[in-house]
């Protein structure tokens, strides 16, 4: 009989992840402890922006014409305890309020909630992104509050938003970290698909599993820090950051990727991940191994103070009391309507805060915006943004952006000034069309 399949948590992760299972044949239940979510979710609608997750939850959810009927989605941990042979835990692990290491509430509630409905034999796998250390403690919880005989995996999840469904069916690799081969041999069954697709399956013991995920995303945040450090060199040599990268990236063994300089990175993911790693280096009284990501983080923050400082001297120099400041981009990046720890809105709220008359415009991510933003100002359009703005700011990358026409918003710009906070216009285009377009880390023409 196929596999029976829970996730519990139904964010970002836990949404594709369950819709991802049901593509692959298996029967899913989601659980989630927000029941306007559960009802959403029936209802074959995500309650966030993701490209082709919509669609891939049409194809399964129960009730929903022409669909599989294989995915289903319930609030009863009781359910969800009769119905998984394999149970998914996909919570989120956001940074604690004023610290740097991730609060664990969420993972530590879902287990505890978890393991009293766990009377059949049963894999519970986390995929949730913890410090070291959470597995060995989270498998002697179930052991010891579970009454049928389950046993836990670690199996991280390495999805990007924006590519979410792509990369959880065919993922760079899975890696799973487990203790008894009946564990690993049930995850090569969920996982084989991608697997023969050629996903590479890699098994390791619970520690090695955790510790993938967190160094996988200090190692792309130092690529980010590192070029955008060569870009306040360059900014300060004259050089040029963008043919830079292009130049170190034909070394394979740099590579292309991950080495586009601009106002640094965001989203829910790379900034916590990092400080919740430093902390736990910490606690592990190794804190001078991960020393040099304080630095990775702090060139990250630099480039927003750095893009706020561009800005003042781009309409005037000495404040922004009085100007008007057109904000292109909410989301951390495109594709995605998630503005958590947003390069843009940080940018834009600094701005704000010093007397700027900020207008904000985005594709998808307006309404996150709004509720985290309340002050700013927003705009419909990418026009109506920069209607009488004494400078343009171009800080998320969406593909709107680069097809924008430079003259028509040239006619309704109190100044044609464009600051390019991630290297992605055509400043050709905007330059014909008569304005001074400026990019990070690149020589003023
Ligand atoms: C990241 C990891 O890529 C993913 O593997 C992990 O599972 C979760 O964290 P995500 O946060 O969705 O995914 O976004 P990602 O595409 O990695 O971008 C992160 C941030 O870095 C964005 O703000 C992006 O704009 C920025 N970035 C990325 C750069 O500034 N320069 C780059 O070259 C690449």
Redesign the pocket.
Known sequence: MALKITVIGTGYLGATHAAAMAELGFEVLGLDVVPEKIEMLSAGKVPMYEPGLEELLARHVTGIEGSSGRLRFTTSWEEIGEFGDVHFVCVNTPQKHGEYACDMSYVDSAFESLAPVLTRTALVVGKSTVPVGSAERLAALLAEKAPGDVELAWNP??????FAVQDTLHPDRVVVGVTSERAEKLLREVYATPVEEGSPFVVTDYPTAELVKTA??SF?ATK?SF?NAMAEICEAADGDVVKLAEAIGHDERIGKK???A?V???????PKDIRAFMARAGELGVDQALTFLREVDSINMRRRGHMVELARDAVGGDSFLGKRVAVLGAT??PDSDDVRDS?ALNVAGQIHLQGGQVTVYDPKGMENARRLFPTLGYAESALDAVRGADVVLHLTEWREFRELDPAALGEVASSRIVLDGRNALDGGKWREAGWTYRAMGRPRA
């Open positions: 999840e390495f999805l990007r938003e924006g996988a995303n792309l980010i070029i991950f080495l586009r601009g640094g990175f965001g989203g829910g993911c790379l951390f990046k390069p």
